[in-house]
């Protein structure tokens, strides 16, 4: 049995876990990240912590064969480099090999939406698709392709950033600095700000007994407000379902993949969430979807599937 370490890389957190070469998590942890200190120190810390999660797992140094890591921003995953993370404040950082050095084994890094879609298709809730997509519904909307079992990663690894085609132009400013974007739309981000709009114009609406505080509002007060009936509630949703299902028939259509994998906390809200939207995408499939059909489901890993991910990449790329 071969092993492969799996690094997410977060912010606040670097979670890690010991792979083996079927996607079984051995042992895992996670260490504060330290985000303003130098990148060298963190590479440091991300090979201590393989080194001790292998020890703990009592697997040999040479049994471990390689590491990968999970990222954010944008990623050249051939040279290892950090091109540009904007929550680390990291521009060209070569982590891949810093923290190969620092670990002896070889180092392959991807960017962190393209892991957590690795993860789901290998050991998750796309396992046995050869090709699927992977979608974030979170502070924005993320993700990754998945064709043939191979991540797809477009030119230079900059490819695959679904929350950022326009979904209706002139739309909502996104914070890409283009208008209409998926994102702006379909986030967990786009649902609060369209429930709050939605609660402004509506006083009576039950949306404000969920909630009493507008500031408070989150991803899952109007499926809360829905269950009492609340028709304002079932506005907002109605609208939200109809912008999702319309970027991801777009994705459904050039890509035809076996699935469609949804993530985020607004999945939580079930069948109230993925019926109408699996109603409302195959309305929208080109060609319908008697032939190849496009099923919609929710992701199974959690936390887990960056780092999944990570050493799958890190057991792909290493051959």
């Not at 609340?230 to 035809?256: M, P, S």
Request: proline letters at 4%; aromatic letters at 6%; glycine letters at 14%.
């Amino acid at each position: 049995m071969k092993y492969y370490a799996g690094i997410d890389l977060g912010g606040t957190f670097i979670k890690c876990g010991i792979v083996d070469e079927k996607g079984n998590i051995l042992v895992k942890d996670q260490i504060p990240t330290g985000k303003d200190r130098p990148y060298e120190e963190i590479a440091a810390d991300m090979a201590a912590l393989v080194r001790r999660l292998a020890e703990s797992a009592g697997i040999e140094e040479s049994d471990l064969r390689a590491a990968g890591i999970g990222s954010p921003g944008t990623v050249n995953s051939k040279k290892g480099v950090i091109i540009y993370a904007n929550n680390l404040q990291w521009k060209n950082v070569p982590l891949g090999g810093a923290v190969a050095e620092a670990l002896g084994v070889p180092v392959f890094v991807t960017n962190d939406a393209n892991a957590a879609a690795l993860g789901e298709s290998f050991a998750g809730a796309a396992k046995g698709y050869e090709s699927s997509i992977f979608v974030t519904l979170g502070t924005g909307v993320g993700g990754g392709i998945i064709l043939d079992g191979k991540l797809f990663e477009g030119n230079r690894s900059a490819g695959a950033e679904i929350g950022h085609m326009v979904i209706r132009a002139g739309g909502e400013k996104c914070t890409c600095g283009r208008r209409g974007c998926f994102e702006a739309y379909a986030s967990a981000t786009a649902l609060i700000r369209q429930t709050k709009e939605a609660m402004k114009k509506n006083p009576g609406s039950a949306l404000w007994k969920v909630c009493p505080d507008i500031e408070q509002v989150n991803g899952k007060t109007p499926f809360d407000a829905l269950q009492t009936g609340d028709k304002t509630a079932e506005r907002v949703i109605k609208k939200y379902v109809t912008w999702l299902a319309e970027g991801l028939a777009n994705l459904a259509n050039v890509f035809r993949p076996n699935a469609i994998v949804l993530g985020g906390g607004v999945c939580a809200a079930g069948d109230a969430l993925l019926e109408p939207l699996r109603r409302k995408m195959n309305r929208l499939l080109y060609g319908g979807t008697k032939y190849a059909p496009v099923p919609i489901v929710i992701a199974s890993l959690g936390n887990d599937a960056g780092l999944v991910g990570a050493a799958h990449f890190a057991q792909q790329s290493a051959g």
